[in-house]
């Protein structure tokens, strides 16, 4: 498999749809886990990061496969967008490493992981 196949609009769009559904679980986990209630601030931001994330990979998918919304297509803001993901999802990774190694009980703690994990392979 070469270097070009990543390139590949297909490849691309699959890596996306996969991303989207990981990062929607972040989303759907984070709210959960401050409805369980006391919330800390890592919790809140899963939120705020995985919007951001979705606004963003929805800005490449569009641009990438529809006529409509061609014309805002940019491979440097694509860039710029890709190495921006990167630090705010280790932020995040660390800001709930730390709150789960500092409080963590119950059922709510499980939940805190999972979204730990999922941020670190969405890293």
């Known amino acids: 498999m070469g270097l070009s196949a ?3 609009s ?5 890596v996306h749809i996969v991303q989207l559904s990981l990062i929607t679980l972040v ?10 209630g006391s919330p800390q601030r890592a919790h809140t931001m899963g ?3 995985g919007l951001k994330s979705i606004a963003f990979i929805l800005y490449q998918v569009l641009t990438e496969h529809t006529e409509k919304f061609q014309k805002w297509a940019s491979k440097k803001t694509n860039l710029i967008l890709n190495c921006v993901e990167i630090p705010f999802w280790g932020v995040l990774m660390v800001m709930l490493l730390s ?4 409080v963590c009980v119950g059922g709510s703690c499980a939940v805190s992981w999972i979204i ?3 941020s670190i392979v969405l890293l």
């Open 6 to 8: 990543f390139f590949d």
């Open 10 to 14: 297909r490849f691309k769009f699959r």
């Open 27 to 36: 989303v759907i986990l984070s709210i959960a886990r401050i409805a369980m």
């Open 47 to 49: 939120i705020a990061i």
């Open 99 to 102: 709150v789960n190694v500092q």
């Open 116 to 118: 730990a994990l999922l």
